[in-house]
């Protein structure tokens, strides 16, 4: 028997984004999980609303307490990977910086590694670029010489997992990047309490 009316209408208002916000923040694993599920809403909203309703002050109002929540979100997110990035540099821990890639986004980690540059004194800058670029050095010619061919690599036979490699090789670039170099000599100059 065919089914007459196979739709429902949601009511979604202002408060009910707030309240559904607040039920994502208490369920979510992480800063991570909270912000996809946000935009999962997000696009959820704006994949069902009627056309009718888009341009409607109401919807303003529903779209721009999402989009602020996401926007305070990601602040939050990039604050933690930061904190997080910033101790596994210090001690040159790659599986952290691994599991900090993988959750993320590589636009994500390569802010949250600018931030954490910019925030170090020029002598551990310089270690860990050092230790970056030599950890990525060794694994490609340890995986080049493990594959028996030129130009392939063979992480397997190397013994190097592909996710640090991947997550290596980004903040190894992030690091070697002349324009990152070129932001801290500037902000050295424009302000000399900074670190050095």
């Not at 704006?46 to 056309?51: I, L, V």
């Not at 170090?120 to 800058?125: C, D, I, P």
């Not at 490609?140 to 036979?157: I, T």
Request: with cysteine; charged share 15%.
């Amino acid at each position: 028997m065919p089914i007459s009316n196979n739709q429902i209408s949601l009511l979604i208002t202002p408060e009910t984004v707030h309240t559904q916000y607040l039920a994502i923040i208490q369920q979510a694993r992480n800063a991570s999980h909270a912000l996809a599920s946000l935009i999962a809403l997000q696009s959820f909203i704006t994949a069902t609303t009627q056309p009718a309703d888009l341009n409607t002050p109401a919807f303003g109002v529903i779209k721009g307490i999402i989009s602020g929540h996401i926007t305070n979100l990601r602040a939050e997110l990039q604050a933690e990977q930061a904190r997080t990035l910033i101790a596994a540099l210090r001690v040159t821990d790659c599986a952290t910086i691994s599991k900090i890639h993988l959750d993320s986004s590589r636009n994500a980690v390569w802010q949250a590694a600018q931030t954490v540059i910019h925030e170090m004194y020029e002598a551990e800058r310089s270690r860990i670029s050092y230790w970056a670029q030599a950890w990525h050095n060794d694994a490609k010619s340890r995986a080049l010489a493990a594959s028996g061919y030129p130009d392939a690599l063979n992480f397997q036979e190397a013994g190097i997992s592909v996710q640090e490699y991947t997550a290596m090789t980004d903040l190894n670039n992030c690091l070697q990047n002349t324009n990152v170099r070129e932001k801290q000599r500037q902000l050295k100059e424009e302000n000399p309490a900074h670190p050095k």
